[in-house]
């Protein structure tokens, strides 16, 4: 599987919201950050828990509380890091 985004890519989580298992944290949709590092190729989640195959490419991606929480961040420059599948993932 090759990989579409590399460490320093900005990125945005698709505001999906499927039924089902899901994977990627409601807070994070809709929101901006960074590729932090490539994780790589690993079974998708999302359709395995179903019985269907499928590799899934895995990122981390950092975002600043600021972007998480808006103007409620205690600590606007913290960072959170989360392990997100690539089809959750669109260039920003």
């Not at 490419?57 to 981390?60: E, F, G, I, T, W």
């Not at 972007?67 to 808006?70: A, C, K, L, S, T």
């Given at each position: 599987m090759t990989e579409h985004f590399a460490p320093g890519d900005k990125v945005v989580t698709k505001q999906?919201?499927?039924p089902g298992h899901v994977r990627t944290p409601w807070y994070l949709?809709?929101?901006?950050?960074?590729?932090?590092?490539?994780?790589?190729?690993?079974g998708d989640p999302e359709a395995l828990a179903y019985r269907r195959d499928g590799p899934a490419?895995?990122?981390?991606v950092r975002?600043?509380?600021a972007?998480?929480?808006?103007e409620g961040a205690e600590r606007p420059d913290d960072v959170l890091?989360?392990?997100i599948f690539e089809n959750w993932l669109e260039p920003a």
């Open positions: 999906m919201f499927p949709r809709g929101k901006t950050g960074v590729i932090e590092r490539v994780i790589g190729d690993t490419h895995l990122y981390r975002f600043t509380m972007e998480v929480w808006g890091d989360a392990e």
